[in-house]
């Protein structure tokens, strides 16, 4: 467990991390879930196999009524883009964010923690996890991603990935080819599961045949403090990872004033004359 901030960067540096990706949360005893699996199952007691037939129709829903909105929309297939959009505005999906980024990471560990709490940063081999998926699909599919679609862009890959019958329980690393303004600022990516009828943490079992295997998916724990938090943020805002950048518009800004508070001299007035 890290206790100083200082200790949590050098052991980023430390180490190689080609392909990796990360995803901060304020708790050190939450499980990665989708925001689907927490409003359906913890939220509202839904059974478990009802979750495809409610994923339906939030994105029938959202398809029907998001012109009253913006002007553009995703074509109806492309189920990945229209997950994401859905995600960019706060609906639930089985899409889990993380990012490319350890720093982006850590803002979001420390962005609600209070001291004396633990948060986590969790790390996941994108690549590795990435090709068991891949080795877990059906041999004609998987021949159609390696001839045809190997970046993942053709709407019907996709599809019989997310939406096999039977569903097949995985995680894949996936993305739109049309990529938002906050996935950009970000640095985003989304982990999405094969099989929605079971929790997103088995779908991550299902691909490891050891214990040894799960090493590609590790939690750093922090133990905050106050100074911790302060110390964090501060060299957080000076790499311009803040909420401002993170979530582009006044929302962002206005919600990045909170963290202002640990940094002083950013808040410096103007001094009479």
């Known amino acids: 467990m890290f206790k100083r901030w200082q200790d949590l960067v050098e052991y980023y540096r430390s180490r190689p991390w080609r392909n990796w990706i990360f995803r901060g949360q304020e708790s050190n005893r939450w499980e990665l879930s989708s925001t689907l699996e927490r409003a359906a199952v913890d939220r509202f007691r839904t059974d478990w196999q009802n979750l495809p037939r409610i994923e339906d129709g939030l994105l029938r829903r959202f398809q029907r009524q998001l012109h009253q909105y913006v002007i553009t929309s995703p074509a109806k297939e492309d189920t990945i883009e229209w997950y994401a959009l859905m995600r960019h505005y706060g609906a639930p999906t089985r899409l889990l964010d993380w990012t ?15 001291p004396g709490s633990i948060c986590a940063i ?16 059906p041999g004609e599919l998987q021949r159609r991603i390696q001839n045809e679609d190997p970046n993942l862009k053709c709407p019907d890959t996709i599809k019989a990935i997310l939406k096999g019958s039977p569903p097949i329980p995985l995680i894949h690393p996936l993305n739109p080819f049309r990529l938002n303004d906050r996935l950009v600022a970000q640095q985003g990516v989304f982990l999405a599961p094969g099989d929605i009828t079971r929790s997103f943490m088995d779908n991550i079992r299902a691909l490891c045949l050891s214990n040894h295997e799960l090493d590609r998916l590790i939690k750093l724990e922090i133990k905050c403090n106050t100074s911790l938090l302060i110390e964090a943020l501060e060299d957080l805002h000076r790499m311009n990872v803040n909420r401002a950048a993170l979530f582009p518009g006044l929302e962002g800004f206005a919600r990045q004033l909170e963290q202002l508070i640990a ?8 001094r009479e004359p």
Do not use: T
Not at 100 to 107: I, K, L, N
Not at 263 to 270: G, K, M, R, S, T
């Open 263 to 270: 940094i002083p001299h950013a808040l410096a007035v103007d």
């Open 122 to 137: 969790w790390a996941l081999d994108s690549a590795w996890w990435g090709q068991k998926a891949r080795a877990a699909l």
């Open 100 to 114: 490319y980024s350890f720093f982006v990471a850590a803002y979001f560990a420390f962005e609600s923690a209070k």
